[in-house]
């Protein structure tokens, strides 16, 4: 790093954006972080005291230089890009904040996959072996690889489904001989990470939240045949006790019918005042007033008793869903009796 910022850590210089970006701005991007990641950034921010003004600016200046390398990459590639920067700001520097670039993007393999048609990587990728598939598919965008998976016949949908679950890290000499294979049929250019570590269990439900019910349905009862704990893994992250307000006021009616009362109370001592709200506003206004009244006398409780009860009315719901008796908002923006 240049000038007074040699000794600064990057985790530090990332907390000094956050404090020149101020907190409206920073919530916004916390919003896009991983907990530990907000923590620990929250953390460092804490530490900071006071900044020196030249660092704040020199960090401000870095911050701004990889902003404009990674929309030129992303436009025209890293040559462009480097080519670019070296006009603005010389060779050394140029290349300093392309490396960075390169390694805080962390260029995922693929890449080049995701401007295709699902239709046409459909074509391409559908004879391979289902590992191989389902590789390719953890990368993809999730609306993208939903659309892949199903076109898939119903076998081999299942099969590449369960794969995506259980998948962990590959080998990267796996990834870029897979990377090869696809980048001679595309005939489009690709820059390969060092070690691949996408797919699991979350992976394949942001995938399912993109697909039809019926493609949803057999790839789940598939699941449940076959890997019934890794199907249970899957339902319980499909619909948290949050996404009640996806539902429509008649279906939060016949979930509350469903519910007794007091593990009513118990599952919204952990919720937003939204999603209570949403409850309230589909109960009596005395059956209201005596649940608020329960969870006032309820005191403190423990978080893990209130996921608990949240997952049994999950539970509640996805039985209901089942059974088509609810109507929930689907994740590519449509409404499905399920």
């Known amino acids: 790093m240049r000038g007074q910022t040699a000794a600064v850590t990057n985790r530090q210089k990332a907390a000094v954006l956050m404090v020149a970006l101020g907190a409206e701005a920073t919530a916004k991007i916390f919003q896009h972080m991983r907990d530990e990641e907000v923590e620990g950034l929250t953390l460092e921010v804490a530490r900071l005291g006071r900044v020196n003004p030249e660092i704040r600016r020199q960090v401000v200046a870095e911050f701004r230089e990889m902003c404009l390398a990674q929309e030129v990459i992303s436009e025209g590639g890293i040559d462009q890009a480097r080519k670019a920067l070296e006009a603005a700001f010389g060779a050394d520097r140029a290349a300093e904040v392309v490396g960075k670039v390169v390694q805080a993007l962390q260029v995922l393999p693929f890449d080049f996959v995701k401007k295709t048609d699902p239709s046409q990587l459909l074509s391409f990728i559908q004879d391979e072996h289902p590992q191989t598939i389902a590789l390719i598919l953890a990368h993809l965008n999730a609306n993208q690889a939903a659309a892949v998976l199903s076109g898939l016949p119903q076998e081999l949908r299942a099969e590449v489904a369960r794969r995506i679950a259980i998948m962990d890290r590959t080998p990267p000499e796996v990834v870029r001989e897979i990377e090869r294979v696809l980048e001679r049929k595309l005939s489009s250019a690709v820059v390969s990470q ?23 349905k057999t790839i789940l009862e598939n699941l449940s045949e076959n890997s019934p704990e890794l199907a249970d893994e899957v339902k319980k992250l499909m619909f948290v006790f949050e996404d009640v307000v996806l539902l429509d006021d008649g279906s939060i009616q016949k979930v509350l019918r469903e519910v007794d009362n007091k593990e009513l109370a118990l599952a919204l001592k952990g919720v937003t005042e939204e999603v209570q709200n949403r409850i309230y506003k589909n109960m009596s206004e005395r059956a209201a007033s ?49």
Do not use: C, H, Y
């Not at 394949?204 to 019926?214: G, H």
């Not at 978080?303 to 089942?322: C, S, T, Y």
């Open 290 to 338: 005596m649940l608020k009244e329960d969870m006032e006398f309820m005191g403190p409780v423990r978080l893990r008793n209130v996921e608990e009860a949240q997952q049994r009315i999950v539970g509640i719901i996805r039985r209901l869903e089942e059974a088509g008796e609810i109507v929930v908002a689907r994740g590519g923006g449509e409404e499905i009796i399920v």
């Open 194 to 216: 060092s070690f691949s570590a996408v797919g699991g269990v979350k992976s394949l439900v942001e995938v399912l939240n993109w697909v039809d019910r019926t493609t949803e």
